[in-house]
């Protein structure tokens, strides 16, 4: 029997918790629930988890805190995505959580199919990056970086130099929240704050064009005010408005 991933969700609402174990379980994960953050820590210090997805005001010991010690003390699970769960919605909190190394997040209330489709992304960027030396067919869209030649759709298009760079590095992130720091330290070695003035922004948007990252071609890429960008290929089922959706805190 093929061994399920393993999830470790922390919600201290116990109705919000047990949908989101359900949502989970329903999508082939192995959901451990729990409703202290304290517990989650000491269970995690033996176990291992492949994914964690927080709540953000847990009263004993928040996702936040959780998130702090995954990313600096703890070794066995220091690697595991993160996805916070949260009615924090103001952007620098949003902004806090990424910085500080959470890998994507959602506002309550929040919908079984996008909460499934967000896990399953953050899931396959390990998948991706194990093969991160190999071709890229994604979609209508094609990357072979030995040759560096990119094809969208059966066109081929010219990226030069950091084009290229930019743009294989969006798509072996697919799916997740990647930050301008992440991306300039990946493809120019230099921190954000090392390069001129909205460089990363100038080659994200001529990459846009180029490769007509649009929902007519598939993709949609959009923007996260002062943090970075999200490159998403989109369901061939759009979610419906009427699907469950989880009440606020």
Do not use: C
């Not at 047990?18 to 820590?41: D, M, P």
């Not at 003390?73 to 995505?81: G, K």
């Not at 991706?128 to 298009?157: C, K, M, Q, W």
Request: charged content about 25%; cysteine-free.
């Amino acid at each position: 029997m093929e061994k399920r991933i393993s999830v470790a969700l922390l919600e201290d609402d116990m109705d919000v918790g047990t949908a989101i174990k359900h949502w989970l379980e329903s999508a082939g994960y192995a959901v451990q629930h729990f409703t202290s953050g304290r517990l989650l820590k000491r269970v995690a210090s033996d176990e291992r988890f492949e994914l964690f997805v927080l709540d953000w005001g847990v009263p004993d010991l928040s996702g936040k805190d959780i998130l702090q010690w995954l990313r600096h003390e703890q070794a066995q699970n220091s690697a595991a995505p993160v996805l916070f769960v949260t009615s924090h919605n103001a952007e620098e909190d949003i902004v806090l959580a990424l910085s500080a190394g959470a890998d994507d997040y959602m506002v309550k209330p929040i919908r079984q199919l996008e909460l499934q489709a967000r896990v399953g992304a953050l899931l396959r960027r390990g998948d991706i990056n194990a093969t991160r030396t190999g071709v890229l067919d994604i979609g209508s869209h094609y990357f072979d970086p030995d040759t560096r030649v990119a094809y969208v759709g059966d066109s081929e298009v010219e990226l030069k130099g950091k084009e290229f760079d930019v743009a294989l590095f969006l798509f072996r992130h697919l799916g997740n929240l990647v930050s301008r720091g992440h991306i300039a330290e990946s493809v120019w070695g230099a921190r954000a704050d090392q390069l001129q003035s909205r460089t990363v922004d100038h080659y994200v948007s001529l990459i846009r064009k180029k490769l007509s990252l649009d929902p007519a071609h598939g993709m949609r890429l959009t923007s996260i005010s002062n943090f970075g960008y999200r490159l998403e290929q989109l369901s061939a089922r759009p979610i419906a408005p009427s699907e469950a959706r989880l009440p606020t805190d």
